[in-house]
């Protein structure tokens, strides 16, 4: 096997300041592999904290593929450099496949992506310093105070590159100058769940909360609101399953199915989509980032139903380091205007009352991610087991109105519906939290 070729040896790269050749390859190629690497590198570097002009035009082409919906693979690059006529002045497409094999794991990229970034600022302080110490070595026109003015405004591009052209932070009447209109709920489901909405459900083990995922699913899926059963505009859902298998996931989205399409609401083809996994997942795996965001780009689903959390990661997720990626990865959905729904177990302690406690085991920063929290538990009812009752309980407070159910009853139709006791007033928002 031919060895790819090495690094062009340029003697002004050896005299150049503080700089790392391998971490700007190592970043490239990890870009040009991975649509997370990618994502993450974008937010950290512009082309100019680059120290090579070729590794400046290979970013700037990835960027350009990127921006405009297409691959940024290293084929496509290719024929971007190539049509730009700027093939040549990177060393062609073999250099193009040295970046790649340069990468020693894609999951390390924005790690690389941080070096280059500092030794490119680093590199503006040096250039700054000497411009300021050769100015001030001559004559000036402005006296001393001029040349304290010039050399703060030295320092300050140093601290402002790669922040963009202009100041855009507006005032509270530009702010607010924009109609009402423009800031009304883009609704997945009316009253319920906003697009770009994190949400994460909890409940002990056996109590129905892999049902009511999945009956959120399909109703969403098919246009019916999962707990009023009325009609909505339907969506189209992505349901990520990584602890049953697919004869079990068949055996229970069945029935669901032919309640819809009893309804007179049938689930369109492409508005329900299933990922079966129950190897589970691993969310701080670049494979595995990937080929969900892969997904989810070629879906766009509106909602995006995934769990359990606990099988996001082949480890305990106890502490942030390890929250940290699966939430990175929860988030790049998210931000691909996706509503996004986790379903998690509860924690083992008991709490208030004696319950269990509702919130979701694991990291704290499970806590802080989600707008909406809500547990199930048995219901605090005299009849709660003879009528398969369960209070819906939300674990933080939420960021904005919703309408949740307060009490679900098990059996019927669907496998949830909303409970309201009889010595509760029967009107529109009775059994419902705002």
Known sequence: MTSPPPLPSDDSFARADPHDIAAEQAVLGAMMISAAALAECEEALTAADFLRPAHQLIFAAIMDSARDGEPADVIAVKARLEASGDLAKVQG????????????????????????????????????????????????????????????????????????????????????????????????????????????????????KSSLLRQIAVTVAAGV??????????????????????????????????????????????????????????????????RLLRIASVIEPDMVILGPLYRLAPRALNNDDDAAP???????????????????????????????????????????????????????????????????VPWRGDRDERNWPEMLQGGGTWPWSPYVPLDQPEDPGAGWTG
């Open 93 to 208: 497409a073999t250099y193009l496949h040295t970046l790649i094999s340069s990468v020693p794991t894609t999951a390390n990229a924005g790690y690389y992506a941080k070096i280059v970034r500092e030794l490119a600022v680093v590199r503006r302080l040096l250039l700054a310093g000497r411009r300021i110490t050769q100015r001030a070595g001559g004559a000036s026109e402005d006296g001393a105070h001029g040349l304290v003015e010039w050399a703060l405004r030295e320092i300050e591009a140093v601290r402002d590159s790669g922040l963009g052209d202009g100041f855009n932070t507006p005032t509270i009447s530009e702010f607010l100058d924009v109609p009402e209109d423009e800031d009304g709920y883009d609704w997945v489901v009316p009253g319920l769940l906003e697009r770009g909405d994190r949400v994460i459900i909890t409940g002990t083990e056996g109590l129905g």
């Open 225 to 290: 609101h999962p707990f009023t059963h009325e009609p909505i505009p339907p969506q189209r859902v992505l349901y990520v399953d990584c602890e049953n298998g697919p004869a079990h996931t068949r055996r229970k989205i069945r029935p669901l199915i032919l309640s819809a399409h009893q309804a007179g609401r049938p689930v369109a083809e492409k508005n329900l989509w299933m990922e079966i996994h129950p190897e589970g997942m691993d969310l701080a795996l670049e494979r595995d980032v990937s």
């Open 326 to 392: 699966v939430l990175a990865a929860l988030n790049m959905i998210r931000a691909r205007g996706a509503c996004v729904v986790l379903e998690a177990h509860a924690g083992h302690v008991l709490g208030h009352g004696g319950y269990r406690d509702l919130r979701p085991r694991g990291s704290s920063a499970f806590l802080g991610w989600p707008e909406f929290g809500y547990g199930i538990r048995v219901a605090s009812h005299d009849d709660a087991k003879r009528k398969r009752l369960v209070d819906v």
